[in-house]
């Protein structure tokens, strides 16, 4: 098989209107063809790098163009690497790193021939094309900023910086990563931190709506269908975690939700929300992340499908009285409400005094918090023999991660009965 890289057909999508897109294919080092590009270089630049394999590849990056043009009028390329890219895995690693060298050559000429400014161009690239956009950096030197969509792991993973993506190849760069995988499972993603800021949704292990696992039935038929051209229901599910964060970074360009992200070192952390306290910390997801304080590692909860940004919020409480079964909140809020949300997700048994943690998390911006609705649903008539109907509260608490606000409820001795919901108030103090 030949290791080198094909000629990287590399295509201008200029925006002439609101709803008008179109563009010119054009070769990395074709000086009369850059030439007559409608490229501004008082505009900000955007280059889209695809990865490995190309099939599920042009969905994502034909929905990344139409989000970035939808945000702003900005000059927008798409690498096209795909007869690189459809090689045998070994081959494309090779080929990734003839290509960033191409990219490289592309935007020197544009400064040196349209008077662009480095400092305007910001490269995303997913899989091995995160790695590509490094390659690109590490030769320009000046690049404002790179953005890598859960870099492939195999052959980078744990290896000199000068071989991946890393925070030396641009004056900004930040990492999504989501599908780190576990020990003994097949991941695609890297693990390690290699960003300025590196965000972990959900922890980074697997995300929410996909297989937990990619070995139990999964792994022949994904490895087999990933080797062949077109869309497959296997495929989807064995690659499900890591596209995800392809998903991730366009919802996150033109969605009113932050995608606040917060300083938490792993997930057990994240899903107690002891690390929501991170006033001055507090970082954003995707597009915006160059835009927010938070570095370092970062990490947030999502939902499992879209949209997938939440609006997080500790809630912290404990009962003067036993109690197994399910606990229901609803957050009612100045702008609106979170709808009910099953705070345990099975029977939860809690002893008196015996505090609970958990991340309640809403796609609803419900403003200032009003009041909370708390609805008690005990288990199965064979533990009725051991607890009753009435649950008699000690304390809540809620912290909303956005706000960086604390709300105490004064519940002392308030009593929910099995199946129904009692509401309360925020109260500055309680007697």
């Known amino acids: 098989m030949n290791n080198k890289a094909y000629a990287t057909e590399t295509l201008l999508l200029a925006h002439y209107g609101k709803n008008d897109q179109s563009g010119v294919g054009i070769v990395y080092n074709d000086e009369r063809a850059i030439m007559n590009l409608t490229f501004n270089p008082s505009k900000e630049t955007k280059v889209i790098i695809h990865g490995y394999k190309t099939t599920e590849g042009k969905f994502w990056v034909h929905d990344a163009v139409s989000e970035l043009l939808k945000h702003s009028d900005y000059n927008v390329i798409v690498v096209d690497w795909k007869r690189g890219a459809e090689m045998v895995y070994p081959t494309a690693c090779a080929n990734a790193r003839t290509v960033g060298a191409e990219i490289a050559v592309l935007l020197t000429k544009l400064q040196q021939l349209r008077g662009a400014n480095l400092m305007t161009f910001h490269l995303i690239g997913s899989n091995l094309g995160a790695h590509i956009a490094g390659y690109a950096g590490e030769r320009l030197r000046g690049l404002n900023r790179i953005t890598g969509l859960d870099p492939s792991a195999p052959y980078f993973e744990y290896t000199d910086?000068?071989?991946?993506?890393?925070?030396?190849?641009?004056?900004?760069?930040?990492?999504?990563?989501?599908?780190?995988?576990?020990?003994?499972?097949?991941?695609?993603?890297?693990?390690?931190?290699?960003?300025?800021?590196?965000?972990?949704?959900?922890?980074?292990?697997?995300?929410?709506?996909?297989?937990?696992?990619k070995i139990s039935g999964n792994l022949p038929g994904?490895?087999?269908?990933?080797?062949?051209?077109?869309?497959?229901?296997?495929?989807?599910?064995?690659?499900?975690?890591?596209?995800?964060?392809?998903?991730?970074?366009?919802?996150?360009?033109?969605?009113?939700?932050?995608?606040?992200?917060?300083?938490?070192?792993?997930?057990?952390?994240?899903?107690?929300?002891?690390?929501?306290?991170?006033?001055?910390?507090?970082?954003?997801?995707?597009?915006?992340?160059?835009?927010?304080?938070?570095?370092?590692?970062?990490?947030?909860?999502?939902?499992?499908?879209?949209?997938?940004?939440?609006?997080?919020?500790?809630?912290?409480?404990?009962?003067?009285?036993?109690?197994?079964?399910?606990?229901?909140?609803?957050?009612?809020?100045?702008?609106?409400?979170?709808?009910?949300?099953?705070?345990?997700?099975?029977?939860?048994?809690?002893?008196?005094?015996?505090?609970?943690?958990?991340?309640?998390?809403s796609n609803v911006d419900i403003g200032m918090l009003k009041s909370l609705d708390v609805k008690y649903v005990e288990t199965s008539k064979i533990i009725n023999v051991a607890f009753d109907d009435d649950w008699k509260l000690d304390s809540f608490k809620i912290f909303q991660g956005s706000t960086q606000r604390t709300y105490n409820f004064c519940v002392k001795g308030s009593i929910v009965t099995s199946r129904t919901s009692k509401s309360f108030t925020p109260s500055r103090t309680c007697p």
């Open 161 to 213: 910086p000068r071989v991946h993506l890393d925070r030396t190849d641009a004056a900004f760069v930040d990492v999504i990563h989501t599908d780190i995988g576990r020990s003994f499972d097949f991941d695609f993603g890297m693990r390690s931190q290699i960003g300025h800021v590196d965000f972990f949704p959900n922890g980074g292990i697997f995300q929410p709506g996909c297989p937990s696992s």
């Open 222 to 361: 994904g490895i087999m269908e990933l080797l062949n051209p077109g869309r497959h229901p296997g495929r989807e599910k064995f690659m499900c975690s890591h596209r995800r964060a392809e998903s991730l970074f366009i919802e996150s360009i033109n969605t009113k939700c932050p995608f606040d992200t917060f300083p938490c070192s792993n997930a057990n952390e994240l899903q107690r929300g002891d690390c929501l306290y991170g006033s001055g910390q507090i970082g954003r997801l995707g597009f915006y992340a160059d835009k927010a304080l938070g570095r370092g590692i970062q990490m947030l909860e999502t939902t499992a499908k879209s949209p997938f940004c939440s609006y997080h919020y500790q809630v912290e409480l404990s009962g003067e009285s036993s109690i197994n079964g399910r606990i229901i909140l609803t957050l009612n809020g100045m702008k609106g409400s979170t709808g009910p949300v099953d705070l345990t997700g099975e029977n939860k048994l809690l002893t008196p005094h015996q505090h609970f943690k958990t991340v309640l998390k």
